[in-house]
């Protein structure tokens, strides 16, 4: 069963910088599109930043400028940059990846198993 292993949360002081890692747990061929959620206890997820597959990137308000996504196709990985964290931003974070495997089979929504984002004011 092909997975996703998210890394990076953990306990941040605000203003400071996280990079969370969601990776597949096979090789893969590509990355076709991908996106960050995040919810905090007690809220609903909400979609924090969005690369389509055509590459146009998306950030929610409250990250812009602050939060960079990115991917690596060569290290089969992406990214999530944050800078500059608020107390506002802690979370769990989940990656969404659609990606293609080295066989060609596309899977086109999968979910990371989420990292805690914790930010100390």
């Known amino acids: 069963q092909v997975q996703l292993v998210e890394s990076g949360g953990g306990l941040v002081q605000a203003g400071g910088s996280l990079i969370l890692s969601c990776t597949p747990s096979v090789r893969i061929f590509s990355i076709n599109a991908m996106g960050w959620y995040r919810q905090a206890p007690g809220k609903q997820r909400e979609l924090v930043a969005r690369i389509t597959s055509g590459g146009n990137t998306y950030y929610a308000d409250s990250v812009k400028g602050r939060f960079t996504a990115s991917r690596d196709n060569a290290r089969n990985t992406a990214y999530l940059q944050m800078n500059s964290l608020k107390p506002e931003d802690t979370a769990t974070y989940y990656c969404?990846?659609?990606?293609?495997?080295?066989?060609?089979?596309?899977?086109?929504?999968?979910w990371g198993q989420g990292t805690l984002v914790t930010v100390s004011s």
């Open positions: 969404n990846l659609d990606f293609t495997v080295l066989s060609g089979r596309r899977y086109p929504e999968v």
